[in-house]
């Protein structure tokens, strides 16, 4: 391999990891805002001319709140709208899907604190490196038993994997919440299966 070959390489591979790490933090952004967006629908009682305001009050209650403490705001107001959910024999079922949803975020959650705030050293490569397709770096935290230093170890496929869920997990607030808005049968679209949540499907 040339030199001018292995910089090609080099900047082709390091910026791929560049954008997969952006992809990601878009994303979950757009998890975040679906989150608060459907709190101030389900907040907003549905009857005008209230409606507007009732969801600029919660924006305002939502506005600077950041992942964890805005899921936890969230999964209250579903509970809240439950309380008139029809059939109420179906809210055990329900309360499962909500409870594999959450872990999902309190996951997705964990794995965005560590690519936002780790250390990375994309852009550094030794000599004699060859191959710039993993994504390497450290995380430091301070526990129970003093500093704890966590290596990272990351390429496009495992970024692009947490962007996937991401995207799958802002469907899925969607979708909950609009049909509790709508009044629409939740157990038509998801269904408790295998110990996760999961869509249903339908026959065509």
């Known amino acids: 391999m040339t030199p001018e070959e292995r910089q090609e390489k080099f900047n082709s591979q390091t910026h791929a990891l560049y954008a997969e790490l952006g992809r990601f933090i878009v994303s979950f952004e757009e998890l975040v805002a679906e989150m608060r967006q459907m709190t101030s629908l389900l907040a907003a009682d549905g009857t005008a001319p209230n409606h507007g305001r009732q969801q600029q009050v919660a924006n305002i209650f939502t506005a600077d709140l950041t992942a964890d403490p805005l899921a936890k705001v969230f999964r209250s107001i579903l509970n809240l709208a439950l309380e008139s959910y029809l059939p109420q024999s179906q809210l055990p079922e329900i309360k499962k899907l909500l409870s594999d949803l959450f872990s999902r ?100």
């Not at 964990?110 to 993993?134: C, M, P, V």
């Open 105 to 204: 975020i309190t996951e997705i959650n964990k794995i965005r604190n560590k690519f936002l705030h780790g250390t990375w050293h994309i852009n550094y490569a030794s000599q004699e490196q060859q191959d710039f397709s993993q994504a390497k770096g450290i995380k430091s935290s301070n526990t129970a038993d003093g500093l704890r230093i966590t290596q990272l170890d990351e390429d496009t496929k495992s970024f692009l994997k947490s962007t996937e869920e991401c995207q799958r997990i802002r469907d899925i607030v969607r979708d909950i919440s609009l049909c509790i808005i709508t009044k629409t049968d939740i157990l038509k679209i998801f269904k408790y299966e295998n110990k996760k949540l999961t869509r249903v499907q339908h026959q065509h």
